[in-house]
């Protein structure tokens, strides 16, 4: 699993011109799947977004969670995340899962970060033509490879 985290203050996913979902400060997780992701792949990326200490303490030092901090999740499936731009000018998503395999997993990982943060995730529509927007806060934005943990 690769997973793209951006500190906001806020962020939305609208579908059909209609906002379908929207948090204040907290992340905007976009997340992509691949076949090789596992239930061990989901806990180990669900506690690492739950605990990063990206939030500025009093003394404005990036040193408080999101869940210490109260913030709110917002999770967006992106299967672009996994784009091989090796050869040629068209990106390849042959490592991306089809929805059969990536589905499940999406929200098997919805559950676990509901269950470690200890309240709803808010989520984009897998597979929908989502406009996400964003106001990143810093900027800060991190990426995690669930392959390069160690």
């Known amino acids: 699993m690769k997973a793209v985290i951006q500190r906001v203050t806020q962020a939305s996913v609208t579908i059909d011109g209609k906002v379908t979902a929207a948090i204040n400060e907290g992340m905007l997780v976009l997340i992509g ?3 090789a992701d596992n239930a061990e792949d989901i806990q180990w990326l669900s506690s690492k977004i739950i605990n ?3 939030f500025d303490d009093d003394n404005h030092v990036p040193n408080i969670s999101v869940k ?3 913030g709110d999740i917002l999770l967006v499936s992106q299967f672009t995340l996994h784009a091989n731009t090796k050869k040629g000018n068209r990106p390849s998503y042959i490592k991306a899962s089809k929805p059969p395999v990536a589905i499940p997993l999406y929200e098997r990982m919805i559950k676990q970060l509901e269950n470690d943060l200890g309240k709803r995730i808010y989520t984009g529509v897998f597979g929908a033509d989502m406009k996400v927007a964003l106001l990143n ?5 991190i990426v995690i490879d669930t392959k390069q943990k160690d």
């Open 33 to 35: 799947i691949e076949d």
């Open 68 to 70: 210490d901090r109260g």
């Open 52 to 54: 990063l200490r990206i």
């Open 137 to 141: 806060d810093g900027p800060v934005t």
